[in-house]
């Protein structure tokens, strides 16, 4: 059964560093996702990405954060300049259409030192 | 409560017995989609149940939804001590938008 792939599974990084959080969504899927869920709280939404480019993203996805579709398989997350509070677990989702399943990836943990 | 909030926060049952888990929300929505997530784990897709649905199956799993009263519930049957997971509810706006809003979950252990 086709499923997310996201690399890696963890990654610890100094503060003002910057990362790159990988994906690989369902290979005819369309619609791309990011989330995050901080240790013991909701997973929340930050960006969703279509057609090349960014179709919706929440007040968390700020200028720290871009994405990326650099191939036609790889979908990235960057994090600019990272701070402690970033530390969370980073959820890849895709989709076929819009108002269908998310399937989400086993995520990214990244740890802010 | 807020868009997607679960209720309870943590049920506790004996191997057998049924969970019931139950979801409230406050916007229109297009579709309410089931979660659930061991411990520190990715998140796996339950159902997904649309707005013009009221129920849904799958295996073990019930889905309802009442988009009159804003709420869901999730109902597992004959449970097993592998059913122990956090369950979250997350729901799609009804404005051709795509971002889910998440509730907080509800914490299951089930007890063999």
């Known amino acids: 059964e086709p499923e997310v792939t996201q690399t890696p599974s963890h990654q610890v990084t100094q503060m003002g560093q910057e990362v790159i959080l990988r994906c690989v969504p369902i290979?005819?899927?369309?619609?791309f996702y990011w989330y995050r869920q901080i240790l013991g709280q909701k997973v929340e939404f930050l960006v969703s990405?279509?057609?090349?480019?960014?179709?919706?993203k929440s007040e968390i996805f700020d200028d720290q954060f871009s994405v990326e579709r650099p191939d036609g398989s790889n979908f990235t997350l960057k994090i600019r300049s990272t701070k402690l509070e970033d530390s969370a677990m980073y959820f890849c989702?895709?989709?076929?259409?819009?108002?269908?399943?998310?399937?989400f990836g086993p995520g990214t943990r990244l740890l802010v030192l | 409560s807020q868009q997607g909030e679960e209720d309870p926060q943590a049920l506790s049952i004996q191997e057998g017995e049924n969970a019931t888990m139950n979801c409230s929300y406050k916007?229109?929505?297009?579709?309410l989609q089931w979660y659930r997530q061991n411990s520190g784990r990715g998140l796996v897709h339950l159902i997904l149940i649309r707005s013009n649905e009221r129920e849904k199956h799958s295996g073990r799993l019930r889905v309802t939804l009442d988009t009159s009263k804003k709420s869901s519930s999730l109902l597992i049957t004959a449970s097993r001590a592998a059913d122990t997971a956090s369950y979250f509810c997350a729901t799609a706006p009804n404005n051709a938008g795509n971002m889910l809003t998440f509730g907080g979950g509800t914490r299951l252990m089930v007890k063999p």
């Open positions: 916007t229109s929505i297009n579709n």
């Open positions: 290979s005819n899927h369309l619609y």
């Open positions: 989702a895709s989709s076929g259409h819009t108002t269908e399943t998310q399937y």
């Open positions: 990405f279509y057609n090349n480019e960014i179709s919706e």
